[in-house]
Structures are given as C-alpha cells and as structure tokens.
C-alpha cells in the first residue's frame, strides 16, 4: 500500500498509476448479504440450483456489488494521510463489461486521472479498473469523485 502525503502528494500523482489491489474472492455470503442489503434477490444472484440452468451456468455477483469494492480496493491500494476528510462525492462513469461468477476472485487497479483545486482542498478523480483472474477483459470500470480537505 502506497501512503500519499496530504493534498501535494495528492497533486504530484495526477495522472499516475497508484497501484494494485490483492485479489478478493467473491463468495456467495457475499453475494445473499447484498441481496439483503438492496432488495434484489434476482435468482441469478442467489438461487445455486437454477442458476445451474442459467446463461452462466452458476450464481454471478451483482453489478453494484462489484461496484461496492471500490473503497476496499482503494483502501488496499492507498492511503492519503494529512488531511482533514475524504469525501465520496460521486462517479463519472461506471460500465460492467462481463460477469463475476460466484468462487471467482478480483482485484483491482487504480489510476488518477485528475487532481484539481475546490475550496478547501482537492478533487481527484481516478479510474478503478477491476478485473478478474484468469479474464481477458475486465468486470467493472469506474471513474470515481473524491474530495480531499485539508
């Protein structure tokens, strides 16, 4: 894990890779306590028997479930110390290019994208890639909003 040094350290990595995250494997307790969490019990989700039968031929994790790895992923990748706050402010993009099967394991890659000044610090947007092992392609990519405050 990288530790970036308040909002110049913030500032001296526009545009850089910040790392990689270690892989996490997406169970089905995962999966069913989401489907608590949100209400959506598709039987894709949550049903391992029909799911046999389904276009994936097993259980896949919920999109936003994937989404929701984001601040694991960027908590594994880096830490921003000398700051006040992190905010959440919001995404820019979010695409699910293919499914996460239930027992498959993700990691993910985080690029700043741009650092700019707001009142009180900065705002950083970074490109979360997650990907798959052993997939050619990746299952969620988001560009995430994050304000500093110094």
């Known amino acids: ?7 110049d350290g913030l500032r001296k990595l526009q545009g850089q890779e910040l790392g990689t995250s270690s892989w996490r494997e997406i169970t089905q307790e995962q999966v069913n306590g989401f489907a608590d969490a949100t209400g959506d019990w598709q039987w894709i989700h949550v049903d391992v ?9 097993t259980t896949i994790a919920h999109g936003y479930l994937t989404l929701s790895l ?3 992923i960027s908590a ?8 006040k706050l992190a905010l959440n402010y919001g995404l820019n993009k979010v695409r699910f290019p293919q499914p996460v099967p239930v027992g498959s394991r993700v990691r993910g890659i985080v690029r700043n994208l741009t650092v700019e000044d707001v009142p009180g610090g900065v705002q950083a947007v970074n ?15 988001a560009e995430t909003v994050v304000r500093y405050l110094a």
Do not use: L, S
């Open 127 to 141: 490109q979360v890639t997650i990907e798959m092992e052993g997939a050619t392609k990746p299952v969620c990519v």
């Open 1 to 7: 894990m990288a530790t970036i040094d308040g909002i």
């Open 76 to 83: 594994d990748v880096a830490q921003v110390t000398g700051i």
């Open 70 to 72: 984001i601040p694991v």
């Open 49 to 57: 028997e029909r799911a046999k039968d389904g276009p994936f031929k």
